[in-house]
């Protein structure tokens, strides 16, 4: 039976194309393929490479959108909450001390407990703030989940609109409704099209195609003159969020919150190799997937992608410089090994095709 489903998909729907390789001692010992879509707020395809309609899974990349049920609860207002919660909404936090201390602030506002988030007790993402907690002899805690802090709204938001708190994770649950009818209404896809299944969190997450993500990416950046007020506030409340406290987002060291510590844009990873870029003065949406799932090639292969935009003319060649020159001087693209040689490097081997 596997093997009649995967028959199903051409090989390029499937493995993408070849977007970075990794070379050592000038031979090719890794290839990262994956597709690239890029897709302005009306929905219009303008670049990519691979294949625009593949399947994604969403994952983390559906937080901000998953945030707007929980401000359209009132419960930043309601719990005296600030921006940092708000931020935390979006996380996929690494366990480091700002983020705990903010989980911690937004379950003592709410009076939301930690015994009710419905995944398991761990450790921190992040290796020093994990070695720092077991050195200080801390037990696991569910808040250490890099999605604790989306988690903790969704209780407040059940709270306030007077539902369950138990089930609050099921996909008949009135606050899973409501974000299935964001997803759809953001992305352009109908709620009966959205393919289903379950996130590491526990939550329901939804496969859409490649060029509909990169659509939410651009509205969210860009929120179209179109919608009604209040969604538009909300929405600019979340990424303009997400923007001032780029550190609570992911953490340390992390792509989206470098690419978030300016105004240009926003970003957020997603696992097994989803990530996503919305470019404001563009109003742009980017995304690339690589297809193993892995992430050390997203550094470089959304610089080169920013760059090549910029030299076809799809988005100003200064915005570009300003993002791909953050992300090329935070990443390396030498490789070193643990004697400090360098032994090699990763490269971008791709070319998007422009669609305008």
């Given at each position: 039976?596997?093997?009649?489903?995967?028959?199903?998909?051409?090989?390029?729907?499937?493995?993408?194309?070849?977007?970075?390789?990794?070379?050592?001692?000038g031979?090719?010992?890794n290839v990262h393929n994956g597709h690239i879509a890029v897709v302005d707020s009306d929905g219009r395809l303008v670049a990519g490479v691979g294949s625009p309609d593949v399947l994604t899974f969403m994952r983390s990349t559906a937080k901000p959108l998953q945030a707007i049920p929980i401000?359209?609860?009132?419960?930043?207002?309601?719990?005296?909450?600030?921006?940092?919660?708000?931020?935390?909404?979006?996380?996929?936090?690494?366990g480091e001390p700002a983020h705990l201390a903010a989980l911690l602030t937004m379950l003592r506002q709410t009076g939301v407990k930690e015994e009710q988030l419905v995944f398991h007790a761990g450790l921190p993402l992040d290796g020093d703030a994990r070695d720092e907690w077991i050195k200080q002899g801390g037990p696991p805690r569910k808040l250490f989940h890099n999605c604790a802090g989306k988690h903790i709204g969704l209780l407040a938001a059940c709270q306030l609109n007077d539902w369950p708190m138990t089930g609050y994770a099921e996909p008949d649950h009135p606050i899973q409704q409501e974000i299935k009818q964001w997803i759809s209404f953001a992305a352009d896809v109908p709620v009966s099209s959205l393919s289903g299944?379950?996130?590491?969190?526990?939550?329901?997450?939804?496969?859409?195609?490649?060029?509909?993500l990169a659509l939410v990416y651009a509205r969210l950046a860009?929120?179209?003159?179109?919608?009604?007020?209040?969604?538009?506030?909300?929405i600019e409340r979340i990424t303009s969020s997400m923007n001032e406290r780029p550190e609570l987002v992911e953490g340390t060291g992390r792509l989206a919150s470098l690419l978030l510590s300016g105004p240009q844009a926003i970003a957020k990873s997603g696992a097994q190799g989803v990530f996503a870029v919305g470019l404001r003065q563009e109003r742009l949406g980017l995304i690339v997937k690589v297809s193993d799932g892995t992430e050390p090639a997203w550094p470089i292969i959304v610089s080169e992608?920013?760059?090549q935009l910029a030299a076809m003319g799809i988005i100003d060649q200064k915005a570009s410089q300003t993002l791909s020159g953050r992300i090329d001087a935070a990443f390396a693209q030498e490789l070193r090994n643990d004697a400090g040689r360098i032994i090699g490097k990763r490269e971008a081997v791709f070319q998007l095709d422009s669609y305008v």
């Open positions: 039976m596997q093997g009649e489903r995967s028959a199903q998909f051409t090989a390029n729907e499937i493995g993408g194309i070849p977007l970075a390789i990794m070379l050592r001692g031979q090719v010992e401000l359209r609860a009132g419960v930043i207002d309601a719990y005296g909450l600030t921006n940092e919660a708000i931020a935390m909404l979006t996380a996929s936090h690494r299944g379950f996130d590491g969190c526990g939550l329901p997450v939804y496969a859409i195609p490649l060029r509909k860009a929120p179209p003159t179109g919608w009604e007020d209040t969604t538009r506030a909300i992608a920013l760059k």
